[in-house]
């Protein structure tokens, strides 16, 4: 009887490994695709990735890059300070993007050149929606940030 019980339970233990190891592998096959790795450009300069790659990149748009051209394609540096990477983008650029200012943008590395599908502008800790000054304003209880 007990050496039945000691069998059942490595039984159980043997069947638990067995499906953790498949559902850890079924989660990352099911991820390999929504999984954007980010990368600074002075990444990206020492080692390339793959044109069909999709990644994330951020940096500073460098100042004096910035070009609009024709309809909605915008074209501009990103810089870390080390490495500088020109950017392509179709599309709206955020409220917040600007020259000398952060950014983070998705997308892939085709040619030498970052074709980005998103934008995204970073903005300091200050920053603060017009919705929520007006209504602080209204109460009473904005105060300006310091500069």
């Known amino acids: 009887m007990k050496g039945l019980k000691k069998k059942r339970r490595i039984q ?8 953790l190891a498949l559902s ?13 790795f980010f990368r600074s450009p002075s990444q990206v300069m020492a080692e390339p990735p793959r044109p069909e790659e999709t990644f994330r990149i951020g940096g500073l748009v460098e100042d004096g890059s ?12 990103v810089t870390d300070g080390g490495a500088t ?11 917040l ?13 085709v040619g030498g050149v970052f074709e980005a599908s998103e934008i995204l ?25 310091e500069s």
Do not use: C, W
């Open 121 to 145: 502008a970073k903005h300091d800790e200050s920053y603060m929606p017009k919705e929520v000054v007006d209504a602080l304003k209204e109460q009473g209880v904005y105060q300006e940030p």
């Open 24 to 36: 850890t592998g079924l989660i990352g096959y099911a991820m390999r695709d929504g999984i954007n």
């Open 97 to 109: 993007f600007e020259e000398n200012q952060g950014m983070i943008g998705t997308g892939k590395y």
């Open 12 to 19: 159980v233990i043997a069947v638990a490994v067995v499906a």
């Open 66 to 77: 910035l070009q609009r051209g024709q309809g909605e394609t915008i074209r501009f540096n």
């Open 85 to 95: 990477v020109p950017v392509v983008f179709t599309g709206v650029l955020p409220d």
